[in-house]
């Protein structure tokens, strides 16, 4: 039986499949659920002329990951339950390297997030955090494939 259920979540429809079935499974198993929003703040930096405010556009990530994160509170509020939510700012860092590490310090018995599925190129360029997490977790990780691409 889990007791406690970590789950990241990014605001996407697959995210949200992940959140649905850790919601789902967390009032199944009477465990506490925790939401975990990494604000990954590792984007292209362009030159001085092309006018990215840097500190606007980490502003505007952390305001969207508060709003992702009450979404999935209330969503799980809708099913009865009581979550918390976590918020960090992924600063040089693997978006996985904080999943994990959340999930030792908070401590979860079980990671549930979604996968995007990806293939080919698209992986090789983006990289699986869903993949790195289920190397590195301490504990079990379940996780829920998005609905593939017609």
């Known amino acids: 039986m889990y007791k406690r259920i970590l789950c990241p979540v990014d605001g996407s429809p697959s995210s949200n499949r992940g959140m649905f079935e850790a ?8 465990a506490k659920l925790r939401f975990l929003h990494v604000v990954d703040t ?11 405010n840097v500190i606007e556009i980490a502003d ?9 994160l009450k979404k999935a509170v209330e969503a799980a509020q809708k099913e009865g339950l009581t979550a918390d939510s976590e918020m960090k700012e992924a600063i040089g860092d693997a ?5 994990v590490s959340e999930a030792k310090k908070w401590p979860a018995d079980l990671i549930v997030m979604s996968t995007h599925g990806l293939r080919g190129i698209e992986r090789l360029v983006m990289g699986s955090d869903a993949e790195t997490v289920v190397r590195t977790s301490h504990v ?3 996780l829920i494939r998005s609905p593939a691409k017609n």
């Open 23 to 30: 919601i789902h499974l967390a009032k199944d198993q009477n």
């Open 42 to 52: 590792f984007y292209p930096m362009m030159d001085v002329t092309a006018g990215l």
């Open 60 to 68: 505007a990530l952390s305001e969207n990951g508060k709003k992702i």
């Open 95 to 99: 978006v996985a390297q904080f999943i």
């Open 140 to 142: 079990p990780v379940l």
